[in-house]
T-cell receptor, first 112, second 111 residues
Framework: RKEVEQDPGPFNVPEGATVAFNCTYS??????FFWYRQDCRKEPKLLMS???SGNEDGRFTAQLNRASQYISLLIRDSKLSDSATYLC?????????????FGSGTQLTVLP | NAGVTQTPKFRVLKTGQSMTLLCAQD?????MYWYRQDPGMGLRLIHY???????AKGEVPDGYNVSRLKKQNFLLGLESAAPSQTSVYFC??????????FGQGTRLTVV
């Protein structure tokens, strides 16, 4: 099983739609989680950090399910500007696990 | 605030040439990372460092070497470039349990 797995998509949704992505991780010792967005091979930028069960920031909600080892990202009222690739990364702060492995990303296109 | 700075931003190399990519961070972060990203692919970890003077292999280390002689700098070397190393290279740094900050990337083409 890969360390981090994401549905590659692409997800094509109309403006205003609600869309959700899942990210599964294999290391049960993962302590924190990050969602990044990446535009057209530019550098990834932090979207949201999750240190407990979840986090919410405006239209974006992250939900963590430790029992099933996945974290989801929900985007409500999608905007054209939300079109990007969304990367998930779990983090374990010990030894070689500090290597910070990213998922391969989920591609989202919001259509007018 | 400079954050993470990569140099150069673009480079074209001939097969067999060598070069060094520099990553510099001014946030006093302990951990630094080098990734490569090929078209349509995710970020793949090449090497990383958990502190000055330390380095470790990531997922795709072959053909690359790294050094972390100073805490703020993480160098990625290609001793003999190959066309398969054509890619976009990203450097990142972080500290503790916080998010990673990325440089703007280096677009490398090996012909």
């Amino acid at each position: 099983r890969k360390e981090v797995e994401q549905d590659p998509g692409p997800f094509n949704v109309p403006e205003g739609a609600t869309v959700a992505f899942n990210c599964t991780y294999s290391n049960s010792a993962s302590q924190s989680f990050f969602w990044y967005r990446q535009d057209c091979r530019k550098e990834p930028k932090l979207l949201m950090s999750v240190y407990s069960s979840g986090n919410e920031d405006g239209r974006f909600t992250a939900q963590l399910n430790r029992a099933s080892q996945y974290i989801s990202l929900l985007i409500r009222d999608s905007k054209l500007s939300d079109s990007a690739t969304y990367l998930c990364v779990p983090y374990v702060d010990s030894g070689s696990a500090r290597q910070l492995t990213f998922g391969s990303g989920t591609q989202l296109t919001v259509l007018p | 605030n400079a954050g993470v700075t990569q140099t150069p931003k673009f480079r074209v190399l001939k097969t067999g040439q060598s070069m060094t990519l520099l990553c510099a961070q001014d946030m006093n972060h302990e951990y630094m990372y080098w990734y490569r990203q090929d078209p349509g692919m995710g970020l793949r970890l090449i090497h990383y460092s958990v502190g000055e003077g330390t380095t470790a292999k990531g997922e795709v280390p072959d053909g690359y070497n790294v050094s972390r002689l100073k805490k703020q700098n993480f160098l990625l070397g290609l001793e003999s470039a190959a066309p398969s190393q054509t890619s976009v290279y990203f450097c990142a740094s972080r500290d503790g349990n916080t998010e990673a900050f990325f440089g703007q990337g280096t677009r490398l083409t090996v012909v």
